[in-house]
């Protein structure tokens, strides 16, 4: 599977993000994250196919979605799900809308629960309970 616009799918994971989000987050499709970073002075660590960030001034939330994300990417992030023990990772999220609504609401449990990197299950089970009790 491949993302080829993620734009198409921006009103659904918009609505995501009202249903879940204990306050405002700007969903920002962007065509390189890494680049969006370092046009801001930011730093990420490699060029990943989604970023939740934090605006340093402000305390605004916003998560970064690229705009195409490869075959590769979306095997990658699908088998680091089921090496994490969600064993239906594959029929849940095959199709291009299901995938990005689960990266968003992973991403958005980055914000939520103020957690780092070291809890990506963590995020992917608040993702996956969010996702199948309030279909799109």
Not at 18 to 39: M, Y
Not at 83 to 89: A, N
């Amino acid at each position: 599977m491949q993302i080829e616009d993620a734009e198409n799918h921006r009103q659904v994971l918009e609505s995501e993000l009202r249903k879940h989000a204990s306050r405002p987050v700007d969903l920002l499709i962007v065509d390189d994250i890494a680049d969006w970073a370092a046009s801001r002075n930011g730093n990420t660590k490699g060029n990943p196919p989604a970023m939740a960030v934090t605006d340093g001034v402000t305390g605004a939330w916003a998560i970064l979605l690229r705009r195409s994300i490869d075959s590769g990417w979306v095997a990658s992030i699908i088998d680091r799900i089921e090496i994490g023990g969600f064993e239906q990772t594959r029929s849940v999220l095959a199709s291009p809308e299901t995938f990005l609504r689960h990266t968003v609401l992973h991403e958005l449990a980055h914000l939520e629960n103020r957690w780092g990197q070291d809890h990506e299950e963590d995020c992917d089970e608040w993702a996956f309970a969010r996702l199948n009790t309030h279909a799109a």
